[in-house]
């Protein structure tokens, strides 16, 4: 039985994956329930954030987000029988590849999958979904009537927190880093998001968003990233297509949430007195927050499906942005192309 690892031999060095060879798993343990993955979705790998956490080792497990069909289950377990179709996301910790037939997981890293959700979708889904979730409703409480600016609104995670946002009533505007991009945007249902194309470099995100609340400013802020410094300061890494940080205080409206994902945010004192001019916040969305605090397990646990993702899926309130289903002899080239984000759309692997 094989599975998929990261490698990283040196600090800066791109990752590199390999197939090991497993040896037969060990004995379910009392909370542990033995799982036959049937789709697994892959994410990029942050090694920094694995070394900062004293979690890095030589090779690193690839592929959290699963599906799958339960075929034992420990002495303790009591959410789950053999035959059980589930779905989660392995902690950072794991030791599991989810890139590998049968797993080994603690069930309250697992909820049951609904029967009308195909196994691509489900693991798909799960972690777009949970942070989509996470930016607007406990970053930002979206509510009716309110703007949300999403950037990068065809990318997997801006799919799903569009069709969510409208879902609660919200007026979405969104930007768009490619004809392509703008044209898919369009075609999501319900329509109604304003799609801005960015790509040509002709508009100015601020001045639209102001336009488009009729100068009040946009009351959620979803980023892809932004950008620190000027065009020649920046590193190559950061594409252009992203607004500036000014562009982003510019355009939030008095008592706004700035959602972002620019984990070394930097604001010098001007950008605070404009945000505390305007009693806005900035949060960090961080996902990974809810398996690093356990004191929240409950809550995780009713977001991946008692109350919104697995339910919301089931019941068609958004579509994910996924790629044909990959097969595991593909799987090794794909996550290469995940880790360099060059990936557009959610890659899923299918046993």
Not at 57 to 83: A, C, N, W, Y
Request: aromatic share 6%.
């Amino acid at each position: 039985m094989k599975a998929l690892y990261g490698q990283q031999n040196s600090p800066g060095e791109e990752m590199t994956f390999v197939f090991q060879e497993r040896e037969n798993l060990p004995a379910t343990r009392d909370h542990e329930v033995k799982v036959q993955v049937r789709a697994c979705a892959l994410s990029w790998v942050d090694t920094k954030l694995l070394s900062e956490i004293k979690l890095k080792k030589e090779l690193v497990p690839v592929g959290r987000e699963i599906s799958g069909v339960v075929l034992e289950v420990g002495s303790k377990v009591t959410f789950f029988q053999p035959d059980d179709e589930v779905v989660g996301i392995l902690p950072l910790d794991s030791e599991e590849s989810g890139v590998c037939e049968v797993i080994l997981v603690h069930e309250h890293y697992l909820v049951h999958k609904p029967e009308k959700v195909c196994w691509a979708e489900a693991a798909g889904t799960v972690r777009d979904g949970l942070r989509a979730y996470t930016a607007l409703h406990y970053l930002s409480q979206v509510s009716p009537g309110c703007s949300v600016l999403v950037l990068d609104g065809a990318s997997p995670f801006g799919t799903i927190a569009i069709q969510l946002a409208q879902h609660r009533g919200a007026k979405v505007i969104s930007t768009a880093h490619s004809l392509e991009d703008k044209q898919y945007l369009e075609r999501l249902r319900p329509a109604g998001a304003r799609v801005m194309d960015v790509s040509h470099g002709k508009i100015d995100v601020a001045e639209s968003c102001l336009e488009e609340t009729g100068g009040l400013g946009v009351d959620i802020v979803l980023d892809a990233g932004v950008r620190l410094y000027s065009s020649e300061d920046e590193p190559a890494s950061k594409s252009q297509l992203l607004p500036h940080k000014h562009d982003i205080i510019t355009l939030l409206g008095v008592g706004g949430h700035w959602i972002t994902t620019e984990k070394d945010l930097q604001l010098d004192p001007p950008d605070s007195h404009s945000l505390f001019l305007k009693g806005a916040t900035v949060s960090f969305l961080n996902d990974e927050i809810w398996n690093l605090s356990n004191v929240q397990q409950g809550k995780y646990l009713d977001i991946l499906w008692g109350s919104y993702i697995m339910e919301k899926l089931s019941s068609s309130i958004f579509r994910p942005q996924l790629d044909e289903p990959i097969p595991l002899y593909e799987a090794k080239v794909s996550m290469e192309i995940v880790q360099k984000n060059q990936a557009r759309k959610r890659q899923v692997i299918q046993f």
